[in-house]
């Protein structure tokens, strides 16, 4: 059973950068054809893709955030990591990583998520 | 990229059925067959319900079934239970290879 944990911090100043990862176990990130997603859910608001990489290190990103998101993937680890740059309020929200099978909108496995509040 | 858009809200009575819609355009929902449903209870983590716009996953009851016309995506819960009563986000691929979510609707049993 595939399972995903994120990691980071809970509190980021205004203007910082947010650094997230998430360790997944019970397969590895290599193999087979998976892409691994980050997605966002702001309090009480709807749910925002950030973007993908695939384990080969080929990334795909919301044209709105494409500016300041960098996803990387750590194979000899089993993981793969969000950075946001210039944070503000408007990304307080819950991270969640995710399981894409074939990179064509099939997230079928999914971290519990990650509270992550912009504040100074 | 714009989000699709979904009601806001929906509901129905235990036995009933109920359809909530999901409508984009020809770069998205309207062009490819790669929509997904995805239930989700407060606090948690959304779950797969749908995919490529008709399929179920393995353990998703059959009272669940998605259709699409056009730039419309549909999701229909059959046999309405208690149960069901969660946030459904619908999600497409798009023409620059993202991925964009509706705005979710929340279906209320009553």
């Known amino acids: 059973q595939v399972q995903l944990q994120e990691s980071g911090p809970g509190l980021v100043k205004p203007s910082q950068t947010l650094s997230l990862t998430c360790t997944v176990s019970g397969g590895s990130i290599s193999s087979g054809d998976y892409y691994w997603s980050w997605i966002r859910q702001p309090p009480g608001k709807g749910l925002e893709w950030i973007g993908y990489?695939?384990?080969?290190?080929?990334?795909y990103y919301n044209p709105s955030l494409k500016s300041r998101v960098t996803i990387s993937v750590d194979t000899s680890k089993n993981q793969f990591s969000l950075m946001l740059t210039s944070m503000t309020a408007a990304d307080t929200a819950v991270y969640f990583c995710?399981?894409?099978?074939?990179?064509?909108?099939?997230?079928?496995?999914w971290g519990q998520g990650t509270l992550v509040t912009v504040s100074s | 990229q714009s989000a699709l858009t979904q009601p806001a809200s929906v509901s129905g009575s235990p036995g009933q059925s109920i359809t909530i819609s999901c409508t984009g355009t020809?770069?998205?929902?309207?062009?490819?067959?790669?929509v997904s449903w995805y239930q989700q209870y407060p606090g948690k983590a959304p779950k797969l319900m749908i995919y490529d716009v008709t399929n179920r996953p393995s353990g998703v009851s059959n009272r669940f079934s998605g259709s699409k016309s056009g730039n419309t995506a549909s999701l229909t819960i059959s046999g309405l239970q208690a149960e069901d009563e969660a946030d459904y986000y619908c999600?497409?691929?798009?023409?620059?290879?993202?991925?964009?979510f509706g705005g979710g609707t929340k279906l209320t049993v009553l």
């Open positions: 990489i695939y384990h080969s290190g080929s990334t």
């Open positions: 995710a399981r894409d099978a074939g990179g064509y909108n099939l997230h079928d496995y």
């Open positions: 020809s770069s998205d929902v309207g062009g490819y067959n790669h």
């Open positions: 999600s497409s691929y798009t023409s620059i290879s993202s991925l964009v």
